[in-house]
T-cell receptor, first 117, second 113 residues
Framework: ETGVTQTPRHLVMGMTNKKSLKCEQH?????MYWYKQSAKKPLELMFV???????ENNSVPSRFSPECPNSSHLFLHLHTLQPEDSALYLC????????????????FGPGTRLTVL | QKEVEQNSGPLSVPEGAIASLNCTYS??????FFWYRQYSGKSPELIMF????GDKEDGRFTAQLNKASQYVSLLIRDSQPSDSATYLC?????????????FGQGTILTVHP
C-alpha cells in the first residue's frame, strides 16, 4: 500500500447505527486530519492529530469521535448520525516540522462516501 | 468576509489555451499556499505549493504569489481536456496552527476540445 488509504469507500447507515471509518498513512508523516466535504461547501477541517495528540477539534458534534492509536492510523467513530451528516469524509496526512517553517503539504486519501438514512 | 475566496466558475477555456485561476485570502500572516486538483468523485490531489513571493513553475503549471495583495494564482499552460476538474486553493497560517489548512470553495475548470 502506498500513500493514504481509507476504508470503507462507501458506507450507508441508519441514524441509530454505530460505524467506524479507518485511515492509514504509509508516508511516514506525523500529523493526520479528518475533513468533511459536502456539496457546494468548502472542505471543512474536523480534527487534527499531531504526534498522536488531538490538537484541533473544530466544533464538531460529539456524535463524531476520533481516535489515533499511533502515527499511522486514524479512526472516526460514528454514532446516532443525522441525514445532514451525509458527505465525503476525507483523511489526510502531512509532516509538521519542529523548529523550522513547515509548509504542511497535506496528502489525501480517497475518502469515504457516507450516506445517512 | 470569507477567509479564502475563489471564483466558483465555471471557467471554460479551449484546448491549448492558458487557464488562469485566482485566489485571495484574508489572513495577512499566512505562510504557505497550495493548489489542489479534484476530479469529480475523487479526493483532492496536491499539484503545487508556494511560500515565497513571485512565481514557481512545475511543468505546465505556474503558481504566483503576491503577499502584499494577499493573492495567489495558478496558471495552466497548454490546457488539456484532462485538466477539467475543480481546483482548490488552500492556505496555511503557519506558526502554531498545527497544520490547519483553510480551503476555498474551488473553481470548476472546463477545457473544451
Amino acid at each position: 500500500e502506498t500513500g493514504v488509504t481509507q476504508t470503507p469507500r462507501h458506507l450507508v447507515m441508519g441514524m441509530t447505527n454505530k460505524k467506524s471509518l479507518k485511515c492509514e498513512q504509509h508516508l511516514g508523516h506525523n500529523a493526520m486530519y479528518w475533513y468533511k466535504q459536502s456539496a457546494k461547501k468548502p472542505l471543512e477541517l474536523m480534527f487534527v492529530y499531531s504526534l498522536e495528540e488531538r490538537v484541533e477539534n473544530n466544533s464538531v458534534p460529539s456524535r463524531f469521535s476520533p481516535e489515533c492509536p499511533n502515527s499511522s492510523h486514524l479512526f472516526l467513530h460514528l454514532h446516532t448520525l443525522q441525514p445532514e451528516d451525509s458527505a465525503l469524509y476525507l483523511c489526510a496526512s502531512s509532516h509538521l516540522g519542529s523548529g523550522r517553517l513547515s509548509y504542511n503539504e497535506q496528502f489525501f486519501g480517497p475518502g469515504t462516501r457516507l450516506t445517512v438514512l | 468576509q470569507k477567509e479564502v475566496e475563489q471564483n466558483s466558475g465555471p471557467l471554460s477555456v479551449p484546448e491549448g489555451a492558458i487557464a488562469s485561476l485566482n485566489c485571495t485570502y484574508s489572513d495577512r500572516g499566512s505562510q504557505s499556499f497550495f493548489w489542489y486538483r479534484q476530479y469529480s468523485g475523487k479526493s483532492p490531489e496536491l499539484i503545487m505549493f508556494i511560500y515565497s513571493n513571485g512565481d514557481k513553475e512545475d511543468g505546465r503549471f505556474t503558481a504566483q504569489l503576491n503577499k502584499a495583495s494577499q493573492y495567489v494564482s495558478l496558471l495552466i499552460r497548454d490546457s488539456q481536456p484532462s485538466d477539467s476538474a475543480t481546483y482548490l486553493c488552500a492556505v496555511n497560517p503557519g506558526g502554531t496552527s498545527y497544520g490547519k489548512l483553510t480551503f476555498g470553495q474551488g473553481t470548476i475548470l472546463t477545457v473544451h476540445p
